[in-house]
């Protein structure tokens, strides 16, 4: 029964080229959407996975190509890289290792370093003025380069609690830039009271 584009039961179950229906979501107090909201139609797997960049076959790595571009602070294990894309969130930033790891291979000393590197960074971007929490998140599908991303969601704004976080930073008004830099400042200059130094608009 198994393909090799449709490799195991969970897959041939799948209503492949249907339009599912977002019901379960509508009327959600984490969803963004209401009215005649359509999903896409469902797409066939790709087997095997186009590769993601950095790794075999892949476009090169950005972030090895390019440490330094958007980080705005960094030690000698780790950097933060914020700004990548305007946001409407105070603070949308990644966590990578300086070297090129990913989650499955990272070293011992930075898996020791990773549970303290996300409180750490969650709490700097929570010093930032009206940020309520910190969300953080790994996906990993587009760079091989291990990353973690974090979210600022604004305090009291409750409709922009859950997952869709990262979706309201996209649709909302984006950050003035000098308001930007100043959250940047203000998240490395927490990080540096433990170790490294801001860099980038965070050093200025
Ligand atoms: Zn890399």
């Not at 790994?138 to 409709?159: I, K, L, N, T």
Request: aromatic share 8%.
């Amino acid at each position: 029964m198994d393909s090799p584009q449709r490799p195991t039961a969970y897959h041939h179950r799948l209503p492949y080229g249907e339009r599912v229906s977002p019901d379960p979501l509508l009327g959600g107090p984490f969803f963004a959407f209401d009215g005649d909201v359509r999903v896409v139609p469902l797409a066939e797997p790709v087997l095997p996975e186009p590769p993601r960049a950095g790794e075999p076959g892949g476009s090169p790595c950005l972030t090895c190509a390019d440490p330094d571009s958007s980080a705005i602070w960094g030690d000698e294990r780790w950097v933060l890289k914020a700004g990548l894309e305007p946001s409407g969130l105070p603070m949308v930033a990644l966590l990578l290792p300086r070297e090129h790891y990913r989650l499955d291979n990272l070293s011992a000393e930075l898996l020791a370093d990773l549970g303290p590197m996300i409180q750490r960074v969650a709490g700097a971007v929570r010093r930032i003025d009206g940020v309520g929490r910190t969300h953080f998140s790994r996906f990993g599908d587009g760079s091989e380069h291990f990353h973690v991303w974090f979210f600022a969601r604004p305090v009291g704004m409750m409709q922009l609690r859950g997952p869709l976080l990262s979706v309201w930073g996209d649709i909302l008004p984006p950050v003035p830039d000098d308001e930007f830099q100043l959250n940047a400042r203000t998240v490395a200059t927490a990080l540096a009271e433990v170790s490294g130094q801001p860099l980038g608009v965070a050093a200025d």
